[in-house]
T-cell receptor, first 114, second 114 residues
């Protein structure tokens, strides 16, 4: 079983829709949670970063973490064609020698059509 | 503020050859990690360098080695290339003592082994 599970999709939505992307994880040591956006043949771009359960909002993006269920989500409101990309969830534990070691999900391919 | 820079962008190598990839971290960052991303997959952690030493290593063979220089830049070396080494190689930088330890990625180096 993978430490981080993410549905690869693909997910296709109309412009303006609310998009929900999700990941589950099995390692209870994970304390920091990130969402990256990756355009085709480019490096991952950090979108959201959270370290506690609850919601964090940034513009059209909301990250949600439920540590008791080991479940994280990213919501995109008023989706735009420019949001079409692969969305990667990533996690890391709190410390020790694991500074910066991220464990990624497989990525979800999102297409927003006009 | 320059982000994480990687070179070369693309390269093609023959099976059995050796390759060196280079990375300059984001200004102010002292920690460099390398990831391998196969097509359709999330990035996989190779290793991390801090204070010129390999601090942690993922599940990759000894053919993968690295180095960090006093200016925090880093190299990834892969010996005896296999067809399966074809992937996007990503460099990520972070600051070990910074709160939260946010991690940024470069655009990657596309390696094709033929």
């Amino acid at each position: 079983q993978k430490e981080v599970e993410q549905d690869p999709g693909p997910l296709s939505v109309p412009e303006g829709a609310i998009v929900s992307l999700n990941c589950t994880y099995s390692n209870s040591a994970f304390q920091y949670f990130m969402w990256y956006r990756q355009y085709s043949r480019k490096g991952p771009e950090l979108l959201m970063y959270t370290y506690s359960s609850g919601n964090k909002e940034d513009g059209r993006f909301t990250a949600q973490v439920d540590k008791s269920s080991k479940y994280i989500s990213l919501f995109i409101r008023d989706s735009q064609p420019s949001d079409s990309a692969t969305y990667l969830c990533a996690m890391k534990d709190a410390g020790g020698t694991s500074y910066g070691k991220l464990t990624f999900g497989q990525g979800t391919i999102l297409t927003v059509h006009p | 503020d320059a982000g994480v820079t990687q070179s070369p962008t693309h390269l093609i190598k023959t099976r059995g050859q050796q390759v060196t990839l280079r990375c300059s971290p984001k200004s102010g960052h002292d920690t460099v990690s390398w990831y391998q991303q196969a097509l359709g997959q999330g990035p996989q952690f190779i290793f991390q360098y801090y204070e010129e030493e390999e601090r942690q290593r993922g599940n990759f063979p000894d053919r993968f080695s690295g180095h960090q220089f006093p200016n925090y830049s880093s190299e990834l070396n892969v010996n005896a290339l296999l067809l399966g080494d074809s992937a996007l190689y990503l460099c990520a930088s972070s600051q070990t003592r910074a709160a939260g330890n946010t991690i940024y990625f470069g655009e990657g180096s596309w390696l094709t082994v033929v």
